[in-house]
Nanobody, 125 residues
């Protein structure tokens, strides 16, 4: 069993910052992809925001590139998403996701095997 638990969401004004964390527990030895997916209120669509591969590569969606930073001190420690210069369009439910696949999906969020419960981020103008 793999468990993902997000925290760190909240309400901030545009231009502010937040750091999301994802605690990972259970059988994680074969989790090769860790990422963040967000769901915008209203349309219900889920989009891959960032991911980190077992090989050490990090990818960011164009919409957050330069503003969001994925980090993890070491295996077994929480995963973080540092968000700066937040915009109202960043408002969404953010989910920590993981996958056993060596190929981390950029376009298909449901390719990820495990999802956390989500943490809400609200950015006001």
């Amino acid at each position: 069993q793999v468990n993902l638990t997000e925290s760190g969401g909240g309400s901030v004004q545009a231009g502010g910052s937040l750091r999301l964390s994802c605690a990972v527990s259970g059988y994680t030895y074969t989790l090769y992809c860790m990422g963040w997916v967000r769901q915008v209120p209203g349309d219900g669509r889920e989009k891959v925001t960032a991911f980190h591969t077992g090989g050490g590569s990090t990818w960011y969606a164009d919409s957050v590139k330069g503003r969001f930073t994925f980090s993890r001190e070491s295996p077994g420690t929480p995963v973080y998403l540092q968000m700066t210069s937040l915009k109202p369009e960043d408002t969404a439910m953010y989910y920590c996701v993981a996958s056993h696949s060596p190929y981390c999906s950029k376009e298909r969020p449901h390719e990820y095997n495990y999802w956390g419960q989500g943490t809400q981020v609200t950015v006001s103008s």
